[in-house]
């Protein structure tokens, strides 16, 4: 009788111990996920004619992307200021992924990689709040210089870099890849 009293009080003792583990697993800091993206689109005007602007545009990137719309044509030999816009039109109402990344510029860059490398060159133009060796590059802004006439594509990579930022693309993880179509005129 002993015997089962003593095993009795033992899965008591189990039962008490996995009902606190398990409350301490819903208690665990929230993550700092990726940012869901489905639409992005790059925005270039014109330096020397600020009246001369394009927008490109790549839908459902979580699906099958929409690059009907996506291609930037630009002139040859010529700067440009520009802007990228990001958007998630999973949600209701759509979320303005592009004031996320804002918010949270210290953990954010963009990355742009033409190919090939001489069709043109991309500067990103604004900063985070990163304290010294800080601050890095953000890349929500941007200066495009085209080269001679050609075609390629110019690759689009924004890293999430939470608490190890350090000015390159390296440390994080993805949270958009993508490729905008580019002729160069």
Same mark, same amino acid.
């Given at each position: 009788?002993? !015997? ?75 700067? !440009? ?30 990355? !742009? ?73």
């Amino acid at each position: 009788m002993k !015997y089962l009293e003593n095993q009795v009080i033992w899965l008591a003792c189990i039962a008490l111990l996995a009902g606190a583990c398990s409350k301490d697993e819903q208690n665990v800091a929230p993550t700092d996920d990726n940012e869901a993206i489905t639409t992005a689109s790059l925005t270039l005007t014109n330096k020397a004619t600020p009246t001369e602007s394009l927008t490109a545009t790549i839908e459902n990137l979580n699906t099958t992307a929409d690059f009907s719309k996506a291609t930037l044509t630009l002139k040859a030999n010529t700067t !440009y200021t520009g802007v990228i816009g990001l958007l998630d039109k999973t949600k209701t109402p759509v979320l303005d992924a592009t004031e996320e990344i804002k918010e949270k510029a210290n953990e954010h860059l963009f990355v !742009y990689t033409p190919t090939p490398s001489n069709l043109l060159t991309v500067t990103l133009t604004d900063r985070d709040t990163n304290p010294s060796p800080g601050p890095y590059p953000i890349g929500l802004t941007i200066e495009v210089k085209t080269g001679a006439a050609g075609s390629g594509k110019l690759n689009v990579v924004l890293r999430h870099q939470p608490n190890v930022k350090n000015g390159t693309a390296t440390p994080g993880s993805s949270d958009l890849d993508t490729n905008f179509p580019v002729v160069v005129n």
